[in-house]
């Protein structure tokens, strides 16, 4: 019983926040018709705060860390969410886009990293890990990518109990990746 009690805590969490990037990714085209997006100037540089929410966001564990804060590397546009776990951004001529997702509450993270995906490829989103690794800052994870998507790379990555999700689609795949290690070495894990 503790196990599933362990798990729950390690994977809702991650499945919540990689679900609500994966409407994210998905809803905009969808809204697009009928809402326009609401989108800000954010300058390079400028800190962003994601916090936790979910089960993990209140388990009282010994990691008081339930958000993150990190740096956008470029000049970009945030997109409003309405989500405060999620933040959406657009480089200034619309050719790239990352999704930061946060998560609290990860205490395996072998076994929390695969399920992260899964809301994804719910969403119809076809993603998978490649082999990769990552380690930026503070942050150790895995490289996924994007099939199906135009410069599609992503990454679920870990600071002690907090997860980090990062999906990036653009003009390459290598530029994505570049802006995974950015946005995760300028990401701390901090109490909200």
């Known amino acids: ?17 990689v679900g609500a990037l994966a409407v994210a990714l998905v809803a905009p085209a969808l809204l697009s018709a009928a809402v326009p997006a609401r989108l800000a100037d954010v300058p390079a540089g400028t800190s962003i705060m994601l916090t936790a929410t979910g089960i993990g966001a209140v388990h009282g564990g010994a990691d008081p ?9 470029e000049p970009m546009r945030r997109q409003a969410t309405g989500d405060e776990s999620v933040a959406v951004l657009k ?35 076809a993603a998978r890990f ?36 990062i999906l990036v689609t653009g003009p390459t795949r290598e530029a994505g990746l570049h802006l995974i290690a950015e946005v995760l070495n300028s990401t701390k894990a901090v109490e909200a």
């Open 1 to 17: 019983m503790e196990d599933m009690v362990r798990l729950v805590h390690s994977v809702a969490p991650a499945l919540a926040a």
């Open 130 to 165: 490649d082999g990769g690794v990552v380690d930026a800052g503070e942050f150790h994870g895995l490289t996924c990518e994007l099939p199906d998507t135009a410069g599609g790379v992503c990454a679920v990555a870990a600071s002690g109990d907090v997860g980090v999700t």
């Open 91 to 125: 480089s200034g001529d619309g050719e790239q886009r990352v999704s930061v997702s946060v998560t609290d509450g990860i205490t395996d993270f072998a076994t929390a990293a695969p399920r992260m995906l899964l809301p994804l490829r719910a969403a119809g989103v």
């Open 65 to 73: 860390a339930n958000a993150i804060v990190f740096q956008v590397p």
